[in-house]
């Protein structure tokens, strides 16, 4: 991360849909800084947040999708 922030390319898609996070993607920053909202876009996670400070627990699982 530069200067603390999550970039894009650190955010994992999601596990379920396959949703990425990148502009205009599936998983988005949200104005509030340093969360992630993944788009309602029919999936489980539809609509779920990911605070900056979780991004490493979003990010750790036993293998991506």
Do not use: Q
């Amino acid at each position: 991360s530069k200067g603390g922030c999550v970039t894009l390319d650190e955010v994992k898609r999601c596990p379920f849909c396959g949703a990425e996070a990148k502009p205009m993607g599936g998983i988005l920053k949200t104005a509030t800084r340093g969360e992630w909202k993944h788009t309602y876009n029919g999936c489980i996670l539809s609509g779920f947040v990911i605070r900056e400070d979780k991004v490493k627990i979003w990010n750790g699982r036993v293998r991506d999708v």
